[in-house]
């Protein structure tokens, strides 16, 4: 079963930034937060990752809650590239080998 | 960096043939690859994991004798889908981790292979 809740579907307006929250209230001490988007018939496209620390990078910004149980997947300028599926993910590292389990995902619609 | 191909990108073929799917790690050596498998509007669903030169580890309810996966290489895995059927229709995407000279938990996807089984 997935670990991450997203809502299924948001809107934002062209330039406006945009928040993507994610709950993952079962996190352990060692899972990672990891965030990708894919676009319609695609592969992923890896966003940004994290542990504790808010995370900035080129393509966005993590914020992560101070119980790690939610974090918060910034767009501050959003433009209609960024129209896309995006998913909040724990790396599964009970196999030991960092399984990605994907939930259902936020469709976000970017308004012109 | 850190670029994944498949090939083909779409396989049309008929029921009850085999399909071979490759995956490549371009730029760099990819330790452990992955394999999902997606239907229209639905995520990603992890079919199995494989480690260079080991047997793949499959997820429940995979058929590892119907998907047979080879991961020959530290840059190549392949996904071949054997005695296809309409049902198996679907977009395959592999993922590769290793060192990419980044975050080595960090999966990087190809751009899927579209099989459609007539």
């Known amino acids: 079963d997935a670990k991450t809740t997203q809502p299924n579907s948001m809107e934002s307006n062209e330039e406006e930034p945009v928040h993507l929250p994610c709950n993952h209230s079962t996190i352990s001490g060692t899972d990672y937060i990891h965030w990708y988007r894919q676009l319609p018939s695609q592969g992923p496209e890896y966003v940004i990752h994290g542990l504790t620390s808010n995370v900035n990078n080129r393509m966005a910004s993590l914020a992560i809650a101070e119980d790690r149980k939610s974090s918060t997947l910034i767009l501050h300028r959003a433009t209609l590239r960024d129209a896309a599926v995006y998913y909040c993910i724990l790396s599964d590292t009970t196999s030991g080998t960092y399984k990605y389990i994907f939930g259902t995902g936020t469709r976000l619609k970017v308004l012109a | 960096g850190a670029v994944v191909s498949q090939h083909p990108s779409r396989v049309i073929c008929k029921s009850g043939t085999s399909v071979k799917i490759e995956c490549r790690s371009l730029d760099f050596q990819a330790t452990t690859m992955f394999w999902y498998r997606q239907f229209p509007k639905k995520s990603l669903m992890l079919m199995a994991t494989?480690?260079?030169?080991?047997?793949?580890?499959?997820e429940q309810g995979v058929e590892k004798d119907k998907f047979l996966i080879n991961h020959a290489s530290l840059t190549l895995s392949t996904l071949t889908v054997t005695s296809a059927h309409p049902e198996d229709s679907s977009f395959y995407i592999c993922s590769a981790t290793g060192l990419a000279g980044g975050f080595p938990e960090t999966q990087y996807f190809g751009p899927g292979t579209r099989l459609l089984v007539l």
């Open positions: 494989s480690n260079e030169g080991s047997k793949a580890t499959y």
